[in-house]
């Protein structure tokens, strides 16, 4: 599986892979802000590390049954 594949899937990957000319990386990823909700939906909004393609990108779950957050802020 390549990384291209893992975004495929995802609504509005599309996007985000044309902006950065395939799926990013996101494990040096700044996160935004996180908006959880018990019904309805929660979003993820993270910064990608690219200084050459800033963009800010929204994860958006629904049915989150369970939530493990550490080392949230620095």
Known sequence: M???DIGAG????DAVMR??????SFHDAEVISLMMARTGESVLRV????PDKPAIVD????EIT???LADFSG
Do not use: A, K, M, R
């Open 10 to 13: 995802l609504h509005g990957s």
């Open 66 to 68: 369970d939530v493990e």
């Open 19 to 24: 902006w950065f000319g395939g799926w990013p």
């Open 47 to 50: 910064y990608p590390y690219y």
């Open 59 to 62: 994860f958006i779950f629904e």
């Open 2 to 4: 390549t990384t291209n």
